[in-house]
């Protein structure tokens, strides 16, 4: 039976689902060859200081246990790319949980025993893991996250501030918060003739391969990384973390073949987290509310062993009509693990402080929220002057309102009631960045009709492989069944890692290059296709490198309606909406998984997340799902997303934006802004849990 071709846009199920609810896809930790052995990483109990001894004999008396690995006797590797990784390289411990030494055995009950009879003594030093405004250590980087200047000013934001009539000086706190993958950072590592195999839980193999050829000393070609099935990342997997490099360490060591999953208790330390933010906003508006000074600082932490800065500040530099404007990043080293990438990263905090700012403001002048953000639509992008290639966060504000029913909401706080519970709406407005990167893809015609695409993109959760045959079959003109796709291998055509809401922006880019190209071979051939078939090879470095004279983002409104218990504090939300303009929507069904799942982490980071740094252990206390607390279905009885159409011509092949990420930006702080209408309360300092809500009620 034939099928006729469907078009992007078509809710077309993913094509691994079932191989996933059955238990057929196979993840980093399910792929243990013949004699493979397990291990356990021992973390640092200490929160900075040297290592003085190391006892092992305990834990090499465990039955089953084979080694154990230390600075004394690990494998010596080249300086990595990522100083993260440079683990089991000398006696100094930059932070509690930091890598000392690694246990490996025949079952992962012995790996985990010897790692608790591994005995080691520690000369400590003091310690210092605690963000304040006013810490002394505090400096300005050059850059923030992303590449993006630290500091911008334009205008005369003092000189406009003093003048304007309305004025709005607020501060919002923001706890670290951390990925907490379905699926914990794991990799499987085999060495066999000179050749290194590793089966890793990465949001990008290509990158995993390069820094592990780099530290062992090996060529890329000896070098082969595969992540077929990848159980979430959020970000915490887009680099190689330092569970890859243990696991090849110990495989070198042994000779044998090494599975290490971190165990969950330790990814707070190891894989990254969402820096905690102090973030200062300024508004300063005419008497309609048009804004003519904007200022927006944040103070943030890093590590000791790297610089990452969250780039909270920049957003504000896109958003609203601005003349006159400061954003400022301000950072200090301090003694804890390295933050890193987490969903919309700088989006998702800055936003929440913004957004805040803005329904802070709008209360002030007494306007509707959604008016007052309509007053202050930029012309172009105040920051680089340049057009928007497209800006229809209007048209979603205003889609929403109507399909949240909005209008008619009385603006006063605290008048909404149904027994102990006060009722509130709040509303937000999102954006992220349109990126891209240069990809290679392959496109092969076979003489039977069918197709197969090749290229090393990543699914992780997000239905890659799906709409990536989409992006083909469209292109080819024949069934999304006729096209099978090869993902997740370093060997395949390179391409770039699944983050900033760019992969399938990247990889759909060379797919449609190759596959367009190859349906143009075929179009020219008089003939059948050869008994090898066609191949065809693409390339998108030079396309995606050229500078675009526009502003490229998405843009997205979310609405929120929470009731709040007076008698206890707690916060439910009853209803989320999201609306957003993020160009052509190529797979509607994987789409509105992507803004929801969005969604509800924003919900986790307004009502439930949060993650407390201990400063006499310097250690986080929320470290496993049983204290940081993910929203759970019951969390969300009604969400929904939508979107608008949206033609922008400069974008890619498929007019397509990112998704991945739009989805959080807001929620929070629409949700926060719900639950000052409910109470009258305007907290500002996430999350909202009963505590802090129970003194205002």
């Not at 079952?107 to 002394?136: C, K, N, S, W």
């Not at 195999?197 to 949001?203: A, C, F, G, I």
């Not at 330790?266 to 973030?279: D, E, I, N």
Request: proline fraction near 7%; hydrophobic fraction near 40%; charged fraction near 20%.
């Amino acid at each position: 039976m034939s099928h006729a071709p469907q078009p992007t846009g078509a809710p077309v199920v993913r094509r691994e689902g079932r191989d996933k609810v059955t238990g057929a896809a196979r993840y980093a930790a399910e792929h243990a060859p013949p004699g493979c052995l397990r291990a356990w990483p021992v973390p640092a109990t200490i929160a900075r200081g040297r290592i003085t001894a190391i006892r092992t004999a305990e834990a090499l008396a465990v039955p089953g246990v084979h080694t154990v690995l230390t600075h004394d006797n690990a494998p010596r590797l080249e300086e990595p790319d990522d100083p993260i990784l440079a683990v089991l390289q000398d006696d100094r411990v930059p932070h509690r949980g930091w890598p000392v030494a690694l246990v490996v055995a025949d079952t992962l009950e012995a790996a985990r025993a010897g790692a608790r009879a591994v005995r080691i003594e520690y000369a400590t030093g003091g310690h210092d893991v605690v963000l304040t405004e006013d810490h002394p250590g505090l400096y300005t980087p050059e850059q923030a996250n992303g590449g993006h200047p630290a500091v911008r000013e334009r205008g005369d934001f003092d000189g406009a501030y003093a003048a304007a009539p309305i004025r709005i000086d607020s501060t919002y706190t923001l706890e670290a918060l951390h990925n907490h993958p379905m699926e914990p950072h794991a990799s499987t590592a085999q060495w066999a003739d000179g050749r290194l195999t590793v089966h890793d839980s990465s949001q990008g193999s290509t990158k995993v391969r390069d820094s592990l050829a780099r530290m062992f000393g090996l060529g890329t070609e000896q070098v082969t990384v595969v992540s077929e099935h990848v159980g979430g990342g959020f970000g915490s997997k887009g680099t190689p973390r330092p569970q890859v490099v243990l696991a090849v360490m110990a495989a070198r060591h042994t000779g044998r073949p090494v599975e290490l999953s971190l165990p969950r208790q330790q990814l707070a330390a190891l894989v990254g987290h969402r820096a905690p933010t102090v973030q200062r906003v300024r508004l300063g508006t005419d008497d309609d509310g048009v804004i003519t000074a904007l200022a927006h600082e944040i103070i943030t932490h890093t590590s000791t062993v790297k610089e990452f800065v969250e780039q909270a500040a920049v957003p504000a530099r896109t958003m609203y009509t601005s003349p006159h404007s400061r954003t400022v990043h301000r950072v200090v080293a301090l003694d804890v693990p390295t933050p890193s990438w987490m969903r919309a990263p700088g989006e998702a905090s800055g936003m929440y402080a913004l957004e805040s700012a803005m329904d802070e403001l709008a209360c002030v002048l007494g306007v509707d929220p959604i008016e007052l953000r309509l007053r202050n639509e930029p012309a172009a992008e105040p920051d680089s002057g340049l057009p928007f290639s497209s800006r229809n966060l209007a048209a979603c504000l205003r889609e929403g309102a109507e399909r949240f029913g909005w209008h008619g909401r009385d603006r006063q706080p605290a008048v909404r009631e149904e027994g102990p519970l006060l009722i509130g709406t709040g509303v937000a407005a999102a954006t992220y960045p349109v990126l891209v990167n240069g990809s290679t893809a392959s496109a092969h015609a076979a003489p039977d009709g069918s197709y197969r695409v090749r290229t090393n993109a990543t699914d992780i959760g997000t239905g890659a492989r799906t709409v990536l045959a989409q992006i083909a079959a469209s292109a080819l003109g024949t069934p999304v069944e006729n096209v099978a796709i090869e993902i997740g291998s370093s060997e395949l055509p390179g391409a770039p890692l699944a983050g900033g809401s760019a992969g399938t922006a990247s990889w759909g880019w060379a797919v449609h290059k190759a596959a367009t190209e190859l349906a143009g071979r075929l179009a020219e051939s008089a003939g059948p296709v050869p008994e090898g078939g066609i191949t065809v090879t693409a390339d998108t470095g030079q396309e995606a490198a050229e500078e675009p004279p526009y502003a490229r983002h998405a843009f997205g409104a979310q609405f929120a309606e929470v009731a709040v218990d007076s008698l206890t504090g707690e916060v439910r939300v009853r209803r989320l909406l999201g609306v957003y303009a993020a160009g052509r929507i190529l797979n509607a069904r994987t789409a509105r998984s992507q803004f929801i799942g969005g969604m509800v982490m924003g919900l986790g980071m307004a009502l439930t997340e949060g993650s407390t740094m201990d400063p006499v252990f310097g250690d986080f206390t929320e470290s496993d799902l049983a204290s940081y607390h993910v929203p759970v279905c019951a969390d969300v009885p009604d969400i929904r997303a939508h979107w608008i159409e949206e033609d922008d011509p400069h974008l890619n092949p498929m007019g397509s934006k990112g998704i991945g990420e739009i989805g959080i930006v807001g929620t929070a702080a629409a949700i926060g802004n719900a639950v000052r209408h409910a109470t009258g309360a305007r907290l500002r300092a996430l999350p909202l849990t009963p505590d802090k809500l129970l003194p205002y009620l």
